[in-house]
């Protein structure tokens, strides 16, 4: 993959502008937070640290599906449901010990019991290991295996047009003339921004392995419930689209920059708070704007 100098220009992403449209103090607190004073900064740090349950169980069911995928690539054994389980199980109890939680934090709950997201990790790794998808990726053939990218290292970082942007994929995989994207969502659908990643995705491949593969094949797979795979049509209009809604979205970004190249911040006043308190209820920094 091709790899890039270090520059601290604003890298536009999905969920960075995300956040960014949710509240510009919580983008403020999530990507700025060392430019506020040391006890506002060391507490806004504190709280980024922090997990939440459902990102948890999603962490846990990544983690085990690489796992699981680096061992395919030694072995087209089956996988065995009984050891899988305990595996979930121990790594589960594992991140539960050493992490510290929102939940808990804001006295939601008083501990967190591991059980429960052990047993819906295992609830999502086992919808995909049982899946039709999952048999055709145990008999590719090693050449296929060889080439395969599991949660390949770094950011993600790409660049669109010319522009910085980051876009993480959780497993690439080349076949034949083709690359197949994949991306595990162990939450609900949400097809406008999953729409979004995906044409990130496709981009990303193109522009990494440019020329490389006839085809790129980029799909979400939902995992919670049952195991349901979205490969949606990608147009030349779609990717000219895209391409026009990074740009804007990175100018938005960048409109709160003091410093664009060094994507240093306006002041801490110009991030005004969300007025959707709704918003308010589950985000990591609401003690800091006293809000619940
Ligand atoms: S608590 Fe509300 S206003 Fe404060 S950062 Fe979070 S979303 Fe924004």
Redesign the pocket.
Known sequence: MKTFPFTSELGWSVSRYDVFQ????????QYYAKFDEPAIRDRALYLKSMTTVPLEIGNIAHDVMESILHRLIKSSQPVDMDRLKVFVRNRTQEYVSSKKFLEVHYKELESIDWEPLADRAFASIQNIVTSQRFEWILNLPQQSKDQWMIEPSGFGETRIEGMKAYCKVDFMLPHDDTIYIMDWKTGKPDPEKHRKQLIGYSLFASYHFEGRFANIIPMVCYVKESYEEVQPEISGEDIAQFVDTVRRESLEMKGYNLDEMKNTPKVKSSF???E??S???F???????D??
């Open positions: 949710s509240c510009k103090r919580k983008y403020y607190y005004p708070l969300t959707q308190a918003s308010c209820r985000c990591e920094y609401r003690e800091l704007c809000r619940g």
